[in-house]
């Protein structure tokens, strides 16, 4: 599962994966991650803020063009693992702080008991699947 991405079918998959940030001229920046579920307006803050701290911190963003996956952190498996990635990254954190005080808390809180409502229904699946087999 470490360097997953998303679903594709086989012959739709990029030989490299998109770039997240393409800079295409001197006067745009591309942010191209993200997915359809995120609050834009929270994915785009995390990533400033994630830039915002690599250029204070003087990170070394690697070569153009992106790197293989094996530099690559693998995404969280879950929901869980997410929030639990959140409150360990005081950038994208302090980011949501900077609101106001505790909305990385908050979030997170809001998320975590997101995914444990969820993890709490049975599914249509698991009762065909487990309801019969035993």
Do not use: C
């Amino acid at each position: 599962m470490e360097g997953r991405r998303a679903a594709l079918p086989r012959g739709r998959r990029p030989a490299r994966p998109p770039h997240l940030v393409r800079v295409p001229d001197g006067n745009r920046i591309e942010l191209r991650g993200g997915d359809g579920s995120a609050n834009p307006y929270l994915a785009a803050a995390g990533a400033i803020g994630a830039v915002l701290d690599g250029v204070e911190r003087r990170l070394d963003p690697g070569a153009p063009g992106g790197s293989d996956d094996a530099d690559r952190a693998p995404l969280p498996l879950t929901l869980l693992h997410a929030v639990e990635a959140l409150e360990a990254d005081p950038a994208v954190s302090g980011v949501l702080d900077s609101v106001g005080p505790d909305v990385a808390r908050y979030f997170a809180d809001l998320k975590r008991e997101e995914f444990f409502t969820w993890h709490s229904q049975v599914s249509a699946w698991e009762v065909d699947h487990y309801l019969t087999a035993f």
